[in-house]
């Protein structure tokens, strides 16, 4: 359950954004055919920045392959005219603006530094003062992209540029849709059962302790399930919400500072958050598969005190080796699929595991993280050297040295044929916060509504509202063009949702309390009256015995 709500606050760390990747395209020198074959190229716009543009808008500059020397000596240059010239050689020997400087000094207006490991942001060693020498393109490209290149001869041109998107919208903005839709749809309706069957346990326990009948194995077995059901539910306090928020703020900035360590941590946890998500979210489905009940034999074992069913075991172990499997394979071409199953089973475990008490602690909760957003989206650039945003540096990881990627969002490949899609790494991004936030709200809603019998009309509403803000979130995607915090848009849309309906069936009070009251029904109603009704009979038939005994005792008084 810690590890759960862990991840939780580590999931509001990731925005949609992206990094400063580019393509290069080469062709024969004069040779005037058009440009066809595009390779990704990651480079630092702080030395000198790539044009946005298209193709057939940049000016070709003639390639000198210097590829077989790294290009950190001066003699590497001395024997060739680099004058207006993008040079390529070989990564190694010394830093990124040694080469930079050297290539710089010689008359070139670019460098390309082959990597047979990854593609990352070329760094400066001193950022006060090499930005402000260097000024042209400082560029990495993949050594088997390069060798693609060098099929084409020897007297090559070639083009570096930004691509622009020549359709703005992307297929795979309706598969996000639909993702992080029905996440909030099937969790928040989960959570709003959860909560319901949870006060009706608490009843049912308080019935049965006042009985003090332990009752038959069976139902000692159905108890240390609800049991165990229980533990894994918690609700969210006011001061619970205060400790979350800072340790939220604190790790994005331990992130930003040491990214390179941080990172593997959060890889590991959530291949244990991803596992146990799709564990909880399939074991309704295999206990239905198989109803045989074969618990665990008593014993101290922390984590087996609660007696848990062998089968589950056995499916626990099967989900733990899913997400051990993306772990290996979390750079290859289909781990995005894997990545956003488990992220999918661990939003909806969320929902339903995390329950929100009320409207006001809700308010509060969506309130902070909204404020969360916008300061590391829009305000930290003032304060970084870089002028980037700390929610930009950590979702990109371009300070990184390893390549890793923080795994905390759901992610789908463009589907469209651009330049763009040269780079592997041109996908759409939604974190996971983006979705279980109003997802927590869509939760309180349900159980709001199966409270107080009002046809699921918050749910409804929240869902919809949910789904509305999701759309103007992607045409700010799209007009801006450029990363946006998705909750800027969601929360203002799902909790005026919740409060206009409220204030229409004046119930505001109830659910900023969450002291929901549910109605009587006519057969309530009736049994009360059958009940005061026989209470009066049994009065009066008492008052009637009493005088009844009254006047025999006078006569036996008289008698004697």
Aim: net charge neutral.
């Amino acid at each position: 359950m810690v590890t759960f709500i862990y991840f939780f606050g580590l999931s509001f760390v990731v925005s949609q954004v992206a990094g400063d990747y580019g393509v290069v395209s080469a062709r024969r020198k004069l040779d005037g055919s058009p440009w066809t074959n595009f390779y990704c190229i990651s480079f630092n716009k702080r030395f000198r920045d790539l044009p946005s543009t298209t193709a057939d808008h940049v000016v070709p500059r003639p390639l000198l392959d210097l590829s077989n020397v790294t290009g950190c000596h001066e003699q590497d240059f001395a024997h060739v005219n680099a004058t207006g010239t993008v040079v390529a050689v070989n990564r190694g020997q010394c830093n990124f603006t040694d080469k930079a400087r050297l290539a710089q000094k010689s008359g070139a207006v670019g460098i390309l530094i082959c990597s047979q490991d990854s593609l990352f942001t070329p760094a400066a060693v001193n950022q006060t003062t090499d930005f402000a020498e260097i000024n042209i393109t400082v560029a990495i490209i993949m050594w088997s992209s390069f060798t693609q290149i060098q099929k084409l001869g020897s007297l090559i041109e070639v083009i570096l540029f930004v691509p622009v998107l020549e359709t703005r919208f992307d297929p795979n903005m309706i598969i996000i849709f639909l993702i992080a839709v029905s996440c909030v749809v099937f969790g928040g309706y989960w959570s709003g059962i959860t909560q319901l069957d949870k006060r009706k346990r608490r009843v049912r326990a308080g019935h049965r302790g006042k009985g003090g009948d332990r009752g038959s194995k069976t139902d000692t077995d159905s108890e240390e399930g609800e049991e165990e059901d229980d533990e894994d539910s918690v609700e969210i306090s006011l001061p619970a919400i205060a400790i979350f928020f800072v340790l939220v703020c604190t790790f994005i900035v331990l992130l930003y500072f040491f990214y390179d360590y941080l990172v593997y941590v959060v890889i590991g946890l959530f291949v244990i958050a991803g596992s146990s998500g799709l564990y909880y979210c399939l074991k309704p489905i295999f206990n239905r598969m198989i109803p045989v009940t074969c618990r665990v034999p008593p014993n101290k074992v922390p984590c087996f005190r609660s007696r848990p069913d062998a089968k589950n075991l056995l499916l626990f172990g099967v989900c733990l080796a899913v997400g051990i499997f993306w772990a290996v394979q979390r750079k290859a071409e289909y781990a995005w699929i894997l990545q956003n199953i488990l992220g999918y089973t661990f939003c909806i475990n969320m929902l339903r595991t995390v329950h929100l008490p009320s409207l006001k602690i809700c308010t509060i909760l969506l309130i902070l993280l909204f404020v969360y957003d916008v300061f590391f989206v829009f305000i930290t650039p003032l304060f970084t050297s870089s002028g980037d945003s700390v929610m930009v540096d950590v979702a990109t990881g371009d300070k990184s040295h390893t390549g890793e990627k923080l795994p905390m969002v759901f992610q789908v490949p463009r589907l469209t044929k651009d330049a763009v899609n040269a780079c592997p790494q041109q996908y759409s991004l939604l974190g996971f916060g983006d979705i279980v936030v109003p997802g927590l709200l869509a939760g309180y809603s349900h159980a709001f509504d199966l409270t107080v019998k009002s046809s699921r009309v918050y749910f409804i509403g929240v869902c919809i509202a949910y789904a509305v803000g999701l759309v103007i979130t992607f045409v700010a995607l799209a007009v801006l063009k450029t990363g946006q915090p998705a909750l800027l848009y969601l929360v203002p849309c799902t909790l005026l949702t919740i409060f206009l309906i409220g204030w229409k069936r004046r119930e505001v009070k109830q659910l900023w309390n969450g002291k929901a009251t549910c109605p009587k029904k006519d057969d309530d109603h009736t049994q009360d009256v059958e009940k005061a009704t026989s209470e009066s009979a049994a009065s009066v038939k008492s008052e009637v015995s009493s005088n009844s005994s009254t006047e025999n005792e006078n006569r036996t008084l008289l008698r004697r």
